[in-house]
Structures are given as structure tokens and as C-alpha cells.
């Protein structure tokens, strides 16, 4: 697998990828079931979206300053897990069902605290590949 893409390699390693996003994604959508039994509601949506784009900021960023991950483990991470452990279909209901304050107040905090969050991973994949600035 040397470019860890749907749409290059041989039939394989594109099977491969799949694969890898797939087992990402169940383990992601377990992790998920599991933290909303911890945490029910809002506040259990709210742990897995901040969790989740704080893990994709870093796993992201980390390529652009390391490159320490393959593309299969970043498909696998980001593709496959995070998505699958994160939540915006779920965000949107139960806010839609929520009082009107309770509502703005988890699209303000889903939403600030999860860019928040994405600075945060850059800001630990730039400590972790030593400083580099962007």
C-alpha cells in the first residue's frame, strides 16, 4: 500500500484501505455507543464531537508537520474511526428537540469548543514534531 487512496494502487491495497476504515469505523462507532452509556444526552454528544475533533486536529496537523503516520493510519483514524465516533447527525436532533436557549447554547458550545479543540491538536502535533511553526 504506497499511497493509502481508494483510487490508486492495485485492487489489494485499495481493499486494504477499506478494510482498515472499516475496522476503524466499527471500533469508532462502539467507542461511541460505550461514551454515550457513560454520558447520555447533550453532554455525551457534546464529550465525543470535542474528543473527536480535537483527535482529527492533531491527526491532521501531525501529517503536515511530522508525517510520522501512513496514509492507511491516518484514513483509518480520521476516515474510519473519528467519524464514526463523532456525531453531528445526533448534535442536530437532540438540539432540535431541546428548549430554545438549551439549543443555541449546544450549537455554541459543539461548535466553538470543537474548533477550540482543533487548535488544541495542532497546537500538540506541532509541540510533538518539535516546535514547527505554521
Given at each position: ?25 466499527f ?51 480520521s ?28 450549537v455554541v ?9 482543533v ?16
Amino acid at each position: 500500500m504506497s499511497t493509502g487512496t481508494l483510487t490508486s494502487g492495485t485492487l489489494l491495497s485499495r481493499l486494504e484501505v477499506v478494510a482498515l476504515i472499516a475496522l476503524g469505523g466499527f471500533a469508532g462507532a462502539n467507542c461511541r455507543h460505550i461514551a454515550g452509556l457513560l454520558l447520555p444526552g447533550l453532554g455525551g454528544t457534546l464529550l465525543a464531537n470535542v474528543c473527536g475533533a480535537f483527535l482529527l486536529g492533531f491527526v491532521l496537523y501531525e501529517s503536515i508537520y511530522a508525517g510520522s503516520l501512513s496514509p492507511e493510519t491516518r484514513l483509518a483514524v480520521s476516515t474510519g474511526f473519528l467519524s464514526s465516533f463523532t456525531t453531528y447527525s445526533t448534535f442536530a436532533v437532540q438540539s432540535a428537540q431541546s428548549e430554545p436557549l438549551v439549543l443555541v447554547g449546544n450549537v455554541v458550545a459543539n461548535y466553538a469548543l470543537g474548533f477550540a479543540a482543533v487548535l488544541a491538536g495542532r497546537a500538540l502535533a506541532r509541540r510533538v514534531a518539535g516546535g514547527v511553526s505554521a
